[in-house]
Nanobody, 123 residues
Framework: QVQLVESGGGLVQAGGSLRVSCAAS????????MGWFRQAPGKEREFLAA????????VAADSVKGRFSISRENAKNTVYLQMNSLKPEDTAVYYC????????????????WGQGTQVTVSS
């Protein structure tokens, strides 16, 4: 089992930046890929970015490419999502997810999910 805990959400003005974190515990050594998703009220969950637990390979959705970036800090079993030039439409609950499937797709399926952290962007 892998436990994921997100943090760093909050209220930010449009144009601002925010970094959310996701700390993995438990059998974190089993993690192969970690991803970030978000879900706004009344909308489907949206893939944002993903990163392999080793190496430098990352992917990002076209909708956030150039504004959002994913990174990791293996020593802390933590993955980050840096969000810049935030817009009101970025308001959502942000979730991290983990997969232990070797060479699995960046886009899922993911087995483990965090509880989410709210990001609100004011205009």
């Amino acid at each position: 089992q892998v436990q994921l805990v997100e943090s760093g959400g909050g209220l930010v003005q449009a144009g601002g930046s925010l970094r959310v974190s996701c700390a993995a515990s438990g059998r974190a050594s089993d993690v192969y890929t970690m991803g970030w998703f978000r879900q706004a009220p009344g909308k489907e969950r949206e893939f944002l970015a993903a990163i392999r637990w080793s190496g430098d390979s990352t992917v990002a959705a076209d909708s956030v490419k150039g504004r959002f970036s994913i990174s990791r800090e293996n020593a802390k079993n933590t993955v980050y999502l840096q969000m810049n030039s935030l817009k009101p439409e970025d308001t959502a609950v942000y979730y991290c997810a983990a997969s232990s499937r070797v060479s699995g797709s960046y886009y899922g399926p993911y087995t483990y999910w965090g509880q989410g952290t709210q990001v609100t962007v004011s205009s």
